[in-house]
């Protein structure tokens, strides 16, 4: 278990951010038991409605920087009422909410979830239009058939995804990253190169470029999970986290392009390219300005 | 591999061109639908428009997902399963939908979810119970329910001990930061240090923290 709590900003309105950030995030209930083992047993029967009243609705259009500090802190010490607020931001989260980033895992696990349901809505679909009552055990045979190819298909891709899938070692997911004595600016000009390794292959086809993308988004998936103790300022790590996450959706975007076959492999390829050229260029421009800031420039 | 290949060959190749046509005609509608509701969505796909399917599931799976895993310990192969169980459902029950206005179709697949992650409990609970205690598993157990449970209490025990690692003074520094809303200088006032000093034991206490909860891993 990751302790998430160490990230947990000081001011304020950093931390109103950061706490969106993992109510809409694949970690919240690591969240949840580390406030719950500092803090203590909650009050009993608080729930959401109890905490929050009628600054709820704001919360859910315009999202947790409404709440003053000690609201924010009353959050805090229930957390559970956090897992039901993930539920409601779900269920009638505004504009606010839909157009926060999504963590890349999640939109990584629910495209490759998406190839299984889409077969089964299909066969489902096919069957409700085709079954008619004259003829009813033939459809019905062929829909046995349909469900059980649909199976087949899962069970295969199923197991493809089981099959123990060997660890990147390249871009972001070099494991000299992490231990890397690079400080501060000449850190963000190790991560520039390690981003162009990505142009050490160039894929040749669809399968090829998923492959890459993954490794590539896996790495970046280490990045925003990393300390990044080179960097001295804060912010620099807020700002790489944040970034690491941004590009890891868009890539994770052209992968979904290339799933569903919405665009040709040489525009897929160009798209994924044109990523990895702005997250190297933001990067060194980040470089820059850290060693502008620190006088070295 | 036997039943593969007696599966009817035309059953198979209908699969592929459907899905095929399907992915073009959602391209094709994918901007068009992108401001629809998720209830006209899903209307559409029951009616017959099978590519406003995909844009329904990359708008709702997400975010449900996240909630999904939330609910399950933070256990991602087991809320991948929930998920494809609750769009099976999802399909299975599309007759049961009653469009009831703004936002009714996430509520309904919450509701289906919800089932779908009790019924994962009670497997698992089922998995860890001796046979002659099977019997004893009953659908009303108050533990099963999607408002019980959320916090596992060995994952509990495992950060209160943790935490019996630090000092009361560490301690009471990390409580005050976290859920007293105050900042190290209101800290620092309060227990006589100065301002580096709280922004110090507080870095040192929650490394030690992590340090004792990666090594319970």
């Known amino acids: 278990m990751k302790m998430l709590l160490q990230e947990l900003p000081t001011e304020h309105e950093y931390r109103a951010d950061w706490l969106e950030q993992q109510i809409v995030g694949l970690d919240l209930y690591d969240l949840v038991v580390q406030l719950r083992g500092i803090y203590g047993d909650a009050d009993e029967g608080c729930s959401l409605d109890e905490l929050l009243g009628k600054k709820l609705a704001d919360v859910?259009?315009?999202?947790?920087?409404?709440?003053?500090p000690s609201e924010l802190s009353r959050l805090l010490a229930n957390p559970e009422t956090m897992i039901e607020l993930q539920e409601q931001v779900f269920l009638d989260g505004g504009e606010y909410w839909q157009s926060r980033d999504l963590p890349a895992e999640a939109r990584r696990r629910t495209l490759d979830i998406r190839a299984h349901v889409t077969a089964e809505?299909?066969?489902?679909?096919q069957a409700s239009a085709t079954l008619k009552p004259k003829d009813v055990k033939l459809k019905r045979w062929q829909f046995s058939a349909l469900l059980t190819a649909a199976a087949i298909i899962l069970i295969f891709v199923s197991w493809q995804n089981f099959l123990p899938q060997p660890s990147p070692t390249w871009g972001f997911a070099n494991a000299d990253i992490n231990s890397s004595p690079a400080m501060d600016a000449d850190y963000m000009v190790m991560l520039a190169d390690a981003a162009s390794d990505w142009f050490d292959k160039v894929p040749t086809d669809d399968a090829a470029l998923l492959t890459r993308i993954d490794d590539f988004v896996a790495g970046c998936e280490q990045l925003v999970a990393a300390d990044h103790l080179q960097l001295s300022d804060p912010i620099d790590r807020v700002?790489?986290?944040d970034k690491c996450q941004s590009w890891a959706n868009k890539l994770v975007a052209v992968r979904g392009q290339?799933?569903?076959?919405?665009?040709?492999?040489?525009?897929?390829r160009q798209q994924a390219n044109q990523v990895i050229r702005d997250l190297r260029s933001a990067l060194r421009s980040r470089a820059d300005e850290i060693a502008t800031r620190s006088g070295r420039a | 591999m036997a039943i593969?290949?007696?599966?009817p060959r035309l059953s198979h190749c209908n699969v592929a061109a459907n899905l095929h046509s399907m992915e073009n005609l959602q391209t094709q509608e994918r901007r068009a639908a992108a401001d629809e509701t998720d209830e006209l969505l899903f209307k559409r796909y029951q009616s017959g428009d099978a590519a406003s399917f995909s844009l329904l599931y990359d708008r709702v799976s997400p975010l449900l997902y996240t909630f999904i895993v939330a609910r399950v310990s933070g256990d991602r192969s087991s809320a991948d399963d929930i998920l494809q169980?609750?769009?099976q459902k999802v399909f299975l029950k599309q007759h049961q939908f009653a469009d009831q206005g703004p936002r009714s179709f996430r509520r309904w697949i919450n509701t289906i979810a919800a089932r779908q992650i009790i019924d994962a409990?009670?497997?698992?609970?089922?998995?860890?119970?001796a046979n002659a205690e099977l019997g004893e598993l009953v659908a009303d157990d108050d533990s099963l329910s999607p408002e019980a449970a959320l916090v596992n209490q060995e994952d509990l025990d495992s950060v209160r001990s943790c935490l019996e690692g630090l000092g009361e003074s560490d301690s009471s520094i990390l409580r005050m930061h976290t859920f007293d809303a105050m900042s190290y200088a209101e800290i620092a006032r309060k227990l006589d240090i100065a301002e580096g000093t709280v922004g110090s034991r507080?870095?040192?206490?929650m490394q030690r923290l992590a340090n004792c909860m990666e090594s319970k891993i």
């Open chain 1, 60 to 68: 859910l259009a315009s999202g947790l920087k409404v709440l003053s």
């Open chain 1, 121 to 125: 809505a299909f066969a489902q679909h």
């Open chain 1, 239 to 241: 700002w790489l986290r």
């Open chain 1, 258 to 268: 290339v799933v569903s076959e919405q665009i040709v492999f040489r525009e897929s």
């Open chain 2, 4 to 7: 593969v290949l007696l599966l």
């Open chain 2, 85 to 87: 169980q609750v769009w």
């Open chain 2, 121 to 129: 409990r009670k497997g698992q609970k089922r998995h860890g119970l």
């Open chain 2, 202 to 205: 507080r870095s040192r206490a």
